[in-house]
């Protein structure tokens, strides 16, 4: 925008603000505005007139310091959830037999953790050796290569965990 296009603008606005000031002046609202000013100044003077023989020293008072406390922050970290990584691994054993052990690893400590391990159609629920945070089975042998295995880990504070594939499924 240049200034010749600006120029009118600022004349329109100028031009609005005294038509305003001019209608509220006569209204009265702005002249009592300028009477009380008026008096003010007035009682200035006249104090001034009285202590015009003495000197005055004023000291006007400093703003008391404000001090802001910040609030306090807490970061409280979060208890992880219980969660476990499961490792298996099939062995062939002879005889057109495998077995599958797994082992579990928890973030927490492990009261119990159930397997179920097999192929659809036969498996069988173990119990695995707990020690600490980790589990750790090995099935029967079976004669089949494709093995499943699901977990169920509860945690000693009774959080439950399930991994794996049923091997129902």
Not at 3 to 23: E, H
Not at 27 to 34: A, E, H, K, W, Y
Request: glycine share 8%; net charge negative; proline share 5%.
């Amino acid at each position: 925008m240049n200034i010749k296009g600006v120029f009118p603008i600022f004349l329109l606005l100028l031009g609005i603000g005294s038509v305003a000031f001019s209608y509220y002046y006569n209204q009265g609202s702005l002249q009592n505005l300028f009477k009380k000013n008026k008096q003010v100044q007035q009682a200035e003077v006249n104090e001034k007139s009285v202590l015009s023989n003495q000197i005055v020293i004023s000291e006007t008072p400093l703003p008391t310091p404000t001090i802001q406390v910040e609030p306090e922050i807490i970061v409280s970290t979060p208890v992880p959830s219980f969660s476990a990584t499961m490792n298996t691994e099939t062995k062939f054993v002879g005889d057109g037999n495998w077995t599958l052990s797994a082992n579990v690893s928890a973030n927490k400590e492990i009261k119990s953790c159930d397997f179920e391990i097999g192929y659809p159609g036969v498996w069988a629920t173990k119990s695995g050796d707990v020690a600490g945070t980790t589990c750790r089975v090995e099935s029967d042998r079976l004669n089949f290569e494709y093995l499943k295995a699901w977990v169920k880990v509860t945690s000693k504070n009774g959080d439950v965990f399930e991994k794996g594939d049923h091997p129902y499924n």
